[in-house]
């Protein structure tokens, strides 16, 4: 009788074992959910990092390229404004070229009125450059004597600019005193014109009187007319 007690003990012992570890692995069951909060967690986490993709920076990215490529296109732009205007202001400077030395054909010829006590050569520009060009205010002038070279002073207003066709002929004059004082006076020798806003001279025969009077005290007897007025005898 005592040892079936003993074993009715013993079995109720083991059952009441078995029940508490059913107990403590139900119990931890039901503690899992903090493993599955930390699941969620982690699942949120992915989330949170979908989130940060998503942020946008791909987006600002491609924000920043759409504006790069507006930039990279005005600065086309303003290059090819830049050249138009360029290419304008080069064909305006050759309609408008002025005619130099090398553009025209210079030449001098005798224009004095008869028993005039003031004596006139007229010079003659004629453009030969194939195109227009523009010519204005005074020539340099000077007088090759056997005294050295008198330069002449200018005499006058100069005249508006003178658009000279191919072909067309443009004057201006050069004044000088008689040599009525029966000596040899200052013998002539030569004439050099310089275009004007040129530093290149041409040489000319001198188509005029022989010599000059002998001045006294100094300063030029020989005086030039501004372009596109012929003087005297015209």
Do not use: H
């Not at 079936?4 to 959910?33: M, R």
């Not at 982690?42 to 920076?57: D, F, H, I, M």
């Not at 040899?184 to 000319?204: A, E, H, Q, Y």
């Amino acid at each position: 009788m005592r040892v079936q007690k003993l074993t009715i003990a013993a079995v109720a012992v083991a059952a009441g074992l078995s029940l508490t570890a059913c107990g403590s692995s139900d119990s931890t069951a039901k503690s899992d959910p903090s493993s599955s909060a930390s699941n969620s967690a982690a699942t949120t986490g992915g989330s949170g990092t979908s989130g940060s993709t998503t942020g946008g920076s791909s987006s600002g990215s491609n924000a920043s390229a759409t504006s790069g490529g507006s930039g990279s296109g005005g600065s086309t732009s303003g290059a090819s404004t830049g050249s138009t205007t360029g290419g304008s202001g080069s064909n305006s400077a050759a309609k408008s070229g002025r005619c130099g030395a090398d553009s025209l054909t210079i030449t001098a010829s005798d224009n004095t009125i008869k028993n005039d006590s003031t004596r006139t050569v007229v010079v003659t520009l004629k453009n030969k450059s194939g195109k227009s060009c523009t010519i204005s205010g005074f020539a340099g002038v000077d007088l090759k004597t056997s005294s050295g070279t008198i330069s002449a002073k200018r005499s006058g207003q100069p005249n508006a600019a003178t658009t000279l066709k191919s072909g067309a002929e443009v004057f201006f004059p050069v004044f000088y005193p008689a040599n009525d004082s029966g000596g040899s006076g200052v013998r002539i020798t030569g004439l050099l014109v310089t275009p004007p806003n040129d530093t290149r001279t041409v040489s000319l025969a001198w188509p005029g009187a022989a010599s000059l009077p002998v001045t006294e005290g100094g300063g030029t007897p020989v005086e030039v007319g501004p372009i596109d007025s012929a003087g005297q005898g015209s």
